[in-house]
């Protein structure tokens, strides 16, 4: 399994990012894919997720009314539409892959859980 991760880069507060993850090497139509973020000093968090095959979603606290995930399956394509970002939101950012059996709370909550993880890309927002 390889993950593509992309989209990343610098905005001031209240601007806006989106950012994809195309999934290839894999059969399975039960999995979902997940958006975790690591700042320096801090350990790495789950922000929002999507079960590829029923589409429902999950999104941390700190980024609800703000982030939205979305998927097109047809490219195993993610993504995460980042609006009124704020300096807090800054961080590398990573999508991962797993087994939708996990269910949201685990595959968020619980980053070593998660099997396949692609390279992160970097936000960083501005004052």
């Known amino acids: 399994v390889q993950l593509q991760a992309s989209g990343g880069g610098s905005v001031q507060s209240g601007g806006s990012l989106r950012l994809s993850c195309t999934a290839s090497?894999?059969?399975?139509?039960?999995?979902?894919i997940g958006w975790f973020r690591q700042a320096p000093g801090k350990e790495r968090e789950g922000v929002s997720g999507?079960?590829?095959?029923?589409?429902?979603?999950y999104y941390a606290d700190s980024v609800k009314g703000r982030f939205t995930v979305s998927r097109d399956n047809a490219k195993n394509t993610v993504y995460l539409q980042m609006n009124s970002l704020k300096p807090e939101d800054t961080a590398v950012y990573y999508c991962?892959?797993?087994?939708?059996?996990?269910?949201?709370?685990?595959?968020?909550?619980?980053?070593?859980?998660?099997?396949?993880w692609g390279k992160g890309t970097l936000v960083t927002v501005s004052s």
């Open positions: 991962a892959m797993g087994d939708s059996g996990l269910g949201p709370v685990v595959f968020m909550r619980v980053p070593s859980a998660v099997p396949y």
């Open positions: 090497g894999f059969t399975s139509d039960y999995y979902a």
């Open positions: 999507i079960n590829m095959r029923d589409g429902s979603t």
